[in-house]
């Protein structure tokens, strides 16, 4: 009975070391994986700092998500979560560092270039549906398809030129080199600061601080993509005439000629038939002098790049379009006329610009097309910029 009792109690010894010593791994097992991580350093993690381009679809900067979504694709083992970026995004560096120091220490300075084009090519194998304001609005009056007999091809090329804008938020410019109407004016040469005061205050009432607002922006856009000593070439003086066998006249020698009319509260009414009925791109009080306004970026780009803004244009658009050889019945001219979005941006090439341009500057949200997104990529990414 004794040795019985005695052979039960070692038992019970040796299974409670054994549970002991199991118990023992398993914890020391659990505290090495969980509780004591070995901390990794993120440039033995991150071995390549160089991103190489990362596409921001319009965007001047590179936001996290992108910068993030390109660091797992190249660095499967890196623990996302677990890092984080500076707020000191620019165009070509970001700094990483870690949120868990439990996890990662130190830190990476990563390099990169920018592919601001947007994602909007068009495939011709689907069908595309037009922006519904659009059509109840405009419909298809003006375009090249009104006035002529349109294949299937044709009317979905057109369709996906007026098809609604996926990025209508896409910036005019990097950064504002004019913060205010009273900034730009005092960087304004005398003469054209002179007229263009003189301009503003001649205008209706109404849209006076919204012409200020809309003037500052187009400085910005030219200072952005032209250089902001080259602001003073652009536009150099403008005329209010009294009489005036049109709107308004956009001349070579880089002033513009504006018709009293177009100034005065009421011309907004009578614009509208000129929008409703395919006849101009924009329903908008300063539609005609941003129009001019074209026409003076158009003159500069020819005179100072020696750029010619339709050919450009046909072979952006040809771009635009995914294995274009593959389609034999259009061509770059018959694309360039399913482009054009108003009948007097048919009356020649130089009426081109004028219309894109204003349609780009002035159309609102609701009434943005991917046809606004290909201006706006041709004009702000596309064109050379000067310096």
């Known amino acids: ?220 856009y030219m200072a952005s993509s032209l250089g902001k000593n080259n602001v003073h070439n652009v536009l150099k003086w403008i005329d209010i005439a009294q009489v005036l066998d049109a709107d308004g006249y956009g001349h070579f020698d880089y002033h513009i000629q504006i018709h009293a009319r177009t100034l005065q509260c009421y011309y907004n009414a009578m614009g509208n038939h000129s929008f409703y009925t395919g006849y101009s791109y924009v329903l908008d009080p300063f539609r005609v002098f941003f129009h001019e306004l074209g026409h003076m970026l158009d003159h500069f780009l020819k005179d100072n790049m020696h750029i010619s803004i339709s050919n450009k244009l046909k072979d952006f658009l040809t771009s635009k379009i995914i294995n274009f050889n593959n389609w034999p019945s259009l061509d770059k001219e018959k694309i360039f006329k399913l482009f054009h979005l108003s009948s007097y941006s048919f009356s020649n090439l130089y009426e081109v610009i004028g219309e894109g341009f204003v349609y780009w500057f002035l159309i609102p949200n609701e009434l943005k097309t991917r046809a606004w997104e290909f201006w706006h990529e041709f004009l702000k990414l596309y064109l050379p910029k000067s310096n």
Not at 30 to 57: G, V
């Open 1 to 220: 009975m004794k040795k019985q009792k005695k052979l039960i109690y070692t038992t019970n010894i040796v299974l409670i070391f054994i549970v002991g010593f199991l118990l023992s791994i398993i914890l020391y097992l659990l505290y090495n994986t969980y509780l004591n991580q070995k901390i990794i350093l993120l440039n033995t993690i991150i071995s390549n700092p160089n991103l190489q381009a990362i596409k921001t679809n319009g965007s001047h900067l590179p936001t996290e998500e992108q910068i993030k979504t390109i660091l797992k694709q190249k660095f499967p083992a890196l623990k996302i979560n677990k890092i984080q970026i500076k707020n000191n995004i620019t165009a070509t560096t970001a700094i990483i560092t870690s949120n868990d120091f439990k996890i990662y220490r130190g830190s990476v300075t990563l390099n990169y270039l920018l592919d601001k084009s947007v994602l909007n090519q068009i495939n011709l194998n689907q069908q595309y549906v037009p922006n519904q304001t659009w059509m109840q609005q405009r419909g298809y009056d003006g375009l090249w398809i009104s006035k002529n007999p349109a294949t299937d091809l044709e009317k979905n090329l057109t369709n996906a030129f007026l098809s609604h804008a996926e990025y209508f938020n896409l910036p005019f410019y990097e950064k504002p080199e004019f913060n205010s109407y009273e900034e730009l004016l005092n960087f304004l040469n005398p003469k054209t600061k002179s007229s263009l005061t003189n301009f503003i205050n001649n205008y209706c009432p109404t849209y006076i601080n919204k012409l200020k607002q809309l003037m500052v922006r187009f400085y910005n």
